[in-house]
């Protein structure tokens, strides 16, 4: 079953400008996690935010979330052309081992 | 980059021969994960291991079985390979089971069940 959904699919924006990408689940959660993926490769880990965290930055990231509406957004500041690929939000879940429920993602083009 | 090898990188097989995928680790990491990344589904967990001979299932198991003989070495077998099982396949590594952790991944296999 699908734990996290993305809003929007795809999106599309200029270079230098900035970049929302939402995510939303349906379980109490450990933590989220974000992820890039370019074309035919694996997944980088961009960030992680605990539950009881309410906001984190690293770099040009931004990463909130609201476990009351069960809702995370990433923002990327001042996009690039290298930001051109696809994000996936992941719910960490640890029983036993920590379990990762992914979303379907969004799939972001910065145009030059 | 974690240093993590998938293997084969492509495969091209028929439906019913027995498949083999690898992935090995250099990172003496505890916990491996097999996901398959499907359009339209994102990732799902196939299988985990949380050290050796110790492995669950996951979200989407059946018709996969996974062995771990050795801490670096994570093997994902499809029995007899069906073609619902064409996908690209993930595999993850993660240190320990304490507090929060990332997962980090392989380049994935491609493969393809005719």
């Known amino acids: 079953s699908q734990q996290g959904e993305e809003d929007p699919q795809a999106l599309s924006i200029q270079e230098g400008e900035n970049a929302t990408m939402n995510c939303s689940y349906k379980?109490?959660?450990?933590?989220l996690q974000w992820y890039r993926q370019n074309s035919g490769r694996g997944l980088v880990h961009l960030i992680l935010?605990?539950?009881?965290?309410r906001e984190k930055h690293s770099g040009r990231l931004r990463v909130t979330l609201d476990t009351s509406k069960k809702s995370s957004s990433l923002l990327i500041t001042a996009s690039r052309a290298a930001d051109t690929a696809s994000y996936f939000c992941?719910?960490?879940?640890?029983?036993?081992?920590?379990?990762?429920?992914f979303g379907q993602g969004t799939r972001l083009t910065i145009n030059p | 980059d974690a240093g993590i090898t998938q293997s084969p990188r492509h495969k091209v097989t028929e439906t019913g021969t027995p498949v083999t995928l690898r992935c090995h680790q250099t990172?003496?990491?505890?916990?491996m994960y097999w996901y398959r990344q499907d359009p339209g589904h994102g990732l799902r967990l196939i299988h985990y291991?949380?050290?050796?001979?110790?492995?669950d299932k996951g979200e989407v198991s059946d018709g996969y079985s996974v062995s771990r003989s050795k801490t670096e070495d994570f093997l994902l077998t499809l029995e007899s390979a069906t073609s619902s099982q064409t996908s690209v396949y993930f595999c993850?590594?993660?240190?320990?089971?304490?507090?929060?952790?990332?997962?980090?991944f392989g380049d994935g296999t491609r493969l393809s069940i005719l």
């Open positions: 993850a590594i993660s240190e320990s089971q304490t507090g929060d952790q990332p997962q980090h």
């Open positions: 291991s949380y050290g050796v001979k110790d492995t």
């Open positions: 379980t109490s959660i450990n933590n």
């Open positions: 990172e003496n990491h505890r916990y």
């Open positions: 992941a719910t960490g879940i640890i029983q036993g081992a920590q379990k990762l429920v």
């Open positions: 935010i605990r539950s009881n965290e």
